[in-house]
């Protein structure tokens, strides 16, 4: 079973930077999206970045202007770069890609990697 493989996490003090990267642990076919979500404690997990196999992006209201989600199709990897930390950032962050064959999607998600960002 392929699993997604996330690294980057960490401890920051606010208005610092983290780069999350998220790969696969073998190969899968026919990605399509890729996207970023984060869980905070107590709250329900949320999208946070997306991105399309054409590029195309969209971001949550909260992290507009401060994080970047891009991709490398030839590596099957997505980043989210985020910038200007704030605590209320503080979550395990998840990816997740979606692939789709025959018509039918398949998702994978990767176990998380936590954030925390001290004020």
């Known amino acids: 079973q392929v699993q997604l493989v996330e690294s980057g996490g960490g401890l920051v003090q606010a208005g610092g930077s983290l780069r999350l990267s998220c790969a696969p642990s073998?190969?899968?076919?026919?990605?399509?999206?890729m996207a970023w979500y984060r869980q905070a404690p107590g709250k329900q997990r949320e999208l946070v970045a997306g991105?399309?196999?054409?590029?195309?992006?969209n971001y949550a209201d909260s992290v507009k202007g401060r994080f970047t989600v891009s991709r490398d199709n030839a590596k099957n990897t997505v980043y989210l770069q985020m910038n200007s930390l704030k605590p209320e950032d503080t979550a395990v962050y998840y990816c997740?890609?979606?692939?789709?064959?025959?018509?039918?999607?398949?998702?994978?998600w990767g176990q998380g990697t936590q954030v925390t960002v001290s004020s």
């Open positions: 991105i399309t196999s054409g590029g195309n992006t």
């Open positions: 073998g190969s899968i076919s026919s990605i399509n999206t």
């Open positions: 997740k890609m979606v692939s789709v064959r025959l018509w039918r999607p398949y998702d994978y």
